[in-house]
């Protein structure tokens, strides 16, 4: 069993800050991509941030410049600094890895935290 478990949403006025945290836990054998998601009501699932396989990292348009990804291997964890937030950065964040297990590579989401940007 794999999870991927999220922290540090929350209730956050515009022009906050916010730093989300995701950790892996559970059996595997090694994780290459991580990164993060997120899903506003009546909205698709779209990239935030994220590491790519060769470690290069990817930021949606939207947060270039006011967020920043970072990545901890030995503690197999990933994490979403959020400076200058604004309310349509409201939504659901979620965490997203490739894990290899015995069964081979696969992708894992974690269950989500919230991030409500509003005054």
């Known amino acids: 069993q794999v999870q991927l478990v999220e922290s540090g949403g929350g209730l956050v006025q515009p022009g906050g800050s916010l730093r989300l945290s995701c950790a892996a836990s559970?059996?595997?054998?090694?994780?290459?991509?991580m990164g993060w998601y997120r899903q506003a009501p009546g909205k698709q699932r779209e990239l935030v941030a994220a590491?790519?396989?060769?470690?290069?990292?990817n930021y949606a348009d939207s947060v270039k410049g006011r967020f920043t990804i970072s990545r901890n291997n030995a503690k197999n964890t990933v994490h979403l600094q959020m400076n200058s937030l604004r309310p349509e950065d409201t939504a659901v964040y979620y965490c997203?890895?490739?894990?290899?297990?015995?069964?081979?590579?696969?992708?894992?989401w974690g269950q989500g935290t919230q991030v409500t940007v509003s005054s």
């Open positions: 590491f790519t396989s060769d470690g290069s990292t």
């Open positions: 559970g059996s595997y054998f090694s994780i290459d991509a």
């Open positions: 997203n890895a490739a894990i290899l297990r015995g069964s081979g590579w696969s992708g894992y």
